[in-house]
C-alpha cells in the first residue's frame, strides 16, 4: 500500500517550453503533497506545499509563476516547469500525506522525474 | 530558518553498527524523521521521533533529544543492501518536511 507515482520519470525539453509532471497517490487519498527538487549529491529542497482544492503554499525564493501547481483531487496534483531553463534541470520527486491520518509524520515519496532542460 | 548538520559519508563493515548524527536549528519542530535513499530512487520512511528517547524498528533504531536538538539513527548487523544515502528531517510545522544535506553510508565486506 501507500503508493506514489510520478510521470514521467524522465523528460528532456527545449529551452523557453513548458513541462507538466503529475503525481499520484495510486491507493490512498491525499490533501496534502508536496513537491521536492534535489540536485545531484544534494538535499531534497522542498519547493511547495500542495493541497486540494486550494492554492499553493511555496517556500522562500520558488517563484510560483514559474512552477505552476495545481492539486484538483485527493489523488492527483500536476506541477508545471513553465518557460524552462537550463538552471532548472533537476530531479524533481513529489510526496505525499495519507489523509485522515493526523497522528502521522510519514510521507510516501513518489521515484521522481529527471527534467533536463537544453 | 532551518539547518541540519549531518555527517557527508561514512563507512562501515558488514555485520557491524553504525550510527549517524544529526544536529539541527529549527524555530520551530514537531519531530525528527529518518529517511533512506538509495541512488536514482526515491526516499522511503524509516523512522519518526517526536519525543525524547529511543525508537527501535527491526534492526533500525532512531533517538532523539530535544534539549540537546540531536538525533541519531543506529543501523545493527549491517548489510550490503544498507549502503545508500540516509537524510535527517525536521517537521518546523504541521506535516513538512526540512531535509539535511544526507550522509552516504557505504558498507563494506
Known amino acids: 500500500g501507500a503508493v506514489v507515482s510520478q510521470h514521467p520519470s524522465r523528460v528532456i525539453c527545449k529551452s523557453g517550453t513548458s513541462v507538466k509532471i503529475e503525481c499520484r497517490s495510486l491507493?490512498?487519498?491525499?490533501?496534502?503533497m508536496f513537491w521536492y527538487r534535489q540536485f545531484p549529491k544534494q538535499s531534497l529542497m522542498l519547493m511547495a506545499t500542495?493541497?486540494?482544492?486550494?492554492?499553493?503554499?511555496?517556500e522562500q525564493g520558488v517563484e510560483k509563476d514559474k512552477f505552476l501547481i495545481n492539486h484538483a483531487s485527493l489523488t492527483l496534483s500536476t506541477l508545471t516547469v513553465t518557460s524552462a531553463h537550463p538552471e532548472d534541470s533537476s530531479f524533481y520527486i513529489c510526496?505525499?500525506?495519507?489523509?485522515?491520518?493526523?497522528?502521522?509524520?510519514?510521507?510516501?515519496f513518489g521515484p521522481g522525474t529527471r527534467l533536463t532542460v537544453t | 530558518g532551518q539547518s541540519l548538520e549531518q555527517p557527508s559519508e561514512v563507512t562501515a563493515v558488514e555485520g557491524a553498527i553504525v550510527q549517524i548524527n544529526c544536529t539541527y536549528q529549527t524555530s520551530g519542530f514537531y519531530g525528527l524523521s529518518w529517511y533512506q535513499q538509495h541512488d536514482g530512487g526515491a526516499p522511503t520512511f524509516l523512522s519518526y521521533?517526536?519525543?525524547?528517547g529511543l525508537e527501535e524498528t527491526g534492526r533500525f533504531s532512531s533517538f532523539l533529544s530535544r534539549s540537546d536538538s540531536y538525533g541519531y539513527l543506529l543501523l545493527q548487523e549491517l548489510q550490503m543492501k544498507d549502503s545508500a544515502s540516509y537524510f535527517c528531517?525536521?517537521?518546523?510545522?504541521?506535516?513538512?518536511?526540512?531535509f539535511g544535506k544526507g550522509t552516504k553510508l557505504s558498507v563494506i565486506p
Open positions: 510526496s505525499a500525506r495519507e489523509t485522515g491520518l493526523a497522528d502521522s509524520y510519514e510521507q510516501y
Open positions: 521521533n517526536a519525543l525524547d
Open positions: 500542495s493541497n486540494e482544492g486550494s492554492k499553493a503554499t511555496y
Open positions: 491507493d490512498f487519498q491525499a490533501t496534502t
Open positions: 528531517a525536521v517537521t518546523p510545522r504541521s506535516y513538512q518536511l526540512t
